[in-house]
């Protein structure tokens, strides 16, 4: 049932570290993958190394004309939207450059990378699988990063209202909410006192990986999740549930 044998998945973000671990399992599954990012450089290197059913395309989500562009060929029937970035700043220093640019990469450019996707998908009746990158701080809040939460918080609203209108279409929209992953660019501060405090309110005690999230993206990708639409899985260590 987790089989992706025939399917055509398109993965956003896919330069960074969660999106090209995407790209990296739904190649695993059997699924052909399309990897997109602006950084275009990465794309190509990880399609070379997967081989054969793997390609990368340049995709900018805050402009339209760059996501028909990306999706153009073949009807994708994964979509995982991936792609995003933070602003860090507290709430009275934060600019509008800031809010607009964090907000229009996490939430419009989902928006409009998703539309068109499911404009084609929908047109090609083939239905499909669009699966959010939410946040456990779509969930909660942390000081900081004000439009993150905004955005992610409003994706996961998003999700919803794109499951009840794409059902019709026999299109599955869900989100995965992960906690904090362990990569290059956070080690410095979890190596810190601030950050090992934050660890430990963890109920598990440990930042995530990248692999801990493979089981809920293979289930809402393949046909193992066939009758969830709508939801939002949190991968997080029992992070988002910790007690006050």
């Known amino acids: 049932m987790f089989s992706l044998e025939g399917r055509r998945a398109f993965v956003t973000g896919a330069s960074g570290?969660?999106?090209?671990?995407?790209?990296?399992?739904?190649?695993?599954?059997?699924?052909?993958?399309?990897?997109?990012?602006?950084?275009?450089?990465?794309?190509?290197?990880?399609?070379?190394?997967?081989?054969?059913?793997?390609?990368?395309?340049?995709?900018?989500?805050?402009?339209?004309?760059?996501?028909?562009?990306?999706l153009d060929g073949p009807?994708?029937?994964?979509?995982?939207?991936?792609a995003g970035i933070a602003a860090t700043r507290p709430f009275l220093e934060q600019t509008a450059e800031d809010w607009d640019q964090v907000v229009d990469v996490n939430l419009r450019g989902a928006f409009f990378v998703a539309q068109a996707a499911a404009k084609r998908m929908a047109?090609?009746?083939?239905?499909?699988s669009i699966i959010n990158i939410a946040s456990i701080l779509g969930l909660r809040v942390i000081s900081g990063v004000a439009g993150y939460t905004s955005a992610k918080a409003g994706l996961i609203q998003l999700t919803r209202q794109m499951a009840v209108e794409l059902a019709r279409h026999s299109?599955?929209?869900?989100?995965?909410a992960p906690g904090y992953v362990a990569s290059d660019l956070n080690a410095?501060?979890?190596?810190s006192e601030g950050g090992q405090a934050m660890i430990r309110r963890i109920p598990q005690r440990r930042l995530g990986r990248p692999e801990d999230l493979d089981g809920a993206l293979l289930l809402l990708a393949s046909a193992a999740g066939a009758h969830m639409t709508g939801s939002v899985i949190t991968v997080d260590g029992g992070h988002s549930i910790n007690p006050i």
């Open 17 to 70: 570290l969660l999106g090209g671990h995407f790209a990296r399992v739904l190649h695993g599954a059997g699924a052909e993958v399309v990897l997109a990012a602006r950084r275009i450089e990465a794309c190509e290197a990880l399609a070379a190394e997967l081989g054969s059913r793997a390609s990368a395309v340049r995709l900018d989500v805050q402009d339209e004309a760059s996501i028909a562009a990306a």
């Open 75 to 82: 009807v994708c029937d994964i979509l995982v939207n991936n």
């Open 123 to 128: 047109a090609a009746r083939s239905g499909g």
């Open 171 to 176: 299109i599955r929209v869900n989100a995965i």
């Open 188 to 191: 410095e501060f979890f190596a």
